[in-house]
């Protein structure tokens, strides 16, 4: 089992940045890649960002792409979430996932393939 908890969201205006954490505990080993999925209420979950485990491959929405940096130091059991200028727009809760297949494309990489969710970190921006 993986644990995931979030932190670091929280009511900002518009155009400023904002990093999340997702920090892991438990069999961190068997985990192959990290993501950071966004969901606002009475819609489906999207995938923000995802990373590889390891090489540090990165794969990014073309919604953020640009604005999002998603990162996991020296492969260590964080993982972050930059955002920058943000809009009210990324106003969601923003979660973290992390999956265990062995054979991927980063790009279509999908929720179903992530088997373990932390309990999310909400992010409000305000024009």
């Known amino acids: 089992q993986v644990q995931l908890v979030e932190s670091g969201g929280g009511s900002v205006q518009a155009g400023v940045s904002l990093t999340l954490s997702c920090a892991a505990s438990g069999d961190t080993n068997n985990t192959k890649y990290f993501g950071w999925f966004r969901q606002t209420p009475g819609k489906d979950r999207e995938v923000v960002a995802i990373i590889s485990r390891g090489l540090g491959t990165t794969y990014y929405d073309d919604s953020v792409n640009g604005r999002v940096t998603i990162s996991q130091p020296n492969a260590k059991n964080t993982i972050y979430l930059q955002l920058n200028s943000l809009k009210p727009e990324d106003t969601a809760m923003y979660y973290c996932?992390?999956?265990?297949?062995?054979?991927?494309?980063?790009?279509?990489?999908?929720?179903?393939?992530?088997?373990?969710w932390g309990q999310g970190t909400q992010v409000t921006v305000s024009s």
């Open positions: 996932a992390a999956g265990t297949r062995t054979f991927f494309t980063l790009r279509f990489l999908k929720e179903v393939d992530f088997n373990y």
